[in-house]
């Protein structure tokens, strides 16, 4: 614990120190991954169920909270965004890169006990191998995506495999985003901050789980903050 917080603190620190004027510009890949190669849905069980409106997931009851539906099965669901914020000094050197796409750091599966980056820190790395900057991965709308699993391996195999997968996926994800960062021009214009904020539901029975037990019986939080297992005893551990 000591030396966690330790390193959290240092980190904070130095970057408060590091403090410099800078510009900066946004760019966005509105189609990445399609075919799923790197990540995608992970929960085949509910793509039937009819959640939220397929057009405008932002849309809700301003009543209820509710999710408003279109009468139509939703099936495998992703964002398919990827967003890079590119950071560059006063000088026009770069600086850092800010990526957020959404991806489960589940590569290694809860039979590793070490802490760890997983996937995400392995794309970290082999984007900053190509930047030459720092990459810092801001995750997304990630609660229903996981790594793919032709890379990674299934359950049963993974073990030999996890690690090799989670560098074909970095590998696969740097070069998109180092030319997404190339291409973003930087300003040092007064950035406008706009902010909303939208309520809606998330317990189990909105996204089509009747009770906890069924089908996923970690499922034992009515509202929001559903976790993703529960600890019967040190062997079974989801």
């Given amino acids: 614990f000591t030396r966690i917080t330790r390193a959290i603190a240092s980190s904070v620190v130095a970057a408060l120190r590091d ?13 990445f991954d399609r075919a799923d190669f790197m990540f995608h ?3 085949f069980e509910n793509d039937d169920n009819d959640l939220v409106d397929n057009a ?3 849309r809700a009851d301003p009543a209820t909270g509710d999710l408003v539906p279109d009468g139509k099965p939703d099936g495998r669901i992703k964002d398919h965004r990827l967003i890079v ?7 026009g050197t770069p600086k850092l890169a800010l990526v957020n796409f959404p991806i489960h750091g589940t590569a290694l599966t809860q039979k590793n006990l070490f802490y760890s980056t997983d996937v ?11 930047l030459g900057v720092p990459v810092v991965h801001v995750q997304g709308s990630t609660g229903d995506i996981q790594p793919a699993e032709a890379l990674i391996g299934f359950e049963a195999t993974r073990q030999n495999k996890n690690f ?3 560098e074909t996926i970095a590998n696969a994800a740097a070069p998109v985003i180092e030319k997404l960062y190339r291409s973003i021009h930087t300003t040092g214009a ?21 009770s906890a037990s069924h089908p996923y019986p970690e499922f034992d939080a009515p509202f929001g903050a559903i976790g993703c297992g529960i600890i019967s005893d040190l062997t079974n551990v989801i």
Wanted: aromatic share 8%; net charge neutral.
């Fill in 19 to 31: 403090r410099e004027p800078a510009t900066m510009g946004i760019g966005f890949d509105l189609d």
């Fill in 85 to 91: 914020m590119r950071f560059d000094r006063a000088d």
């Fill in 41 to 43: 849905d992970r929960r």
């Fill in 56 to 58: 405008d997931p932002s």
């Fill in 190 to 210: 007064p950035s406008r901050i706009r902010s909303a904020v939208f309520t809606f539901r998330e317990d189990r029975q909105l996204v089509g789980y009747d």
């Fill in 164 to 166: 090799q997968g989670m």
């Fill in 120 to 130: 995400i820190g392995m794309v970290e790395t082999k984007t900053r191998e190509r």
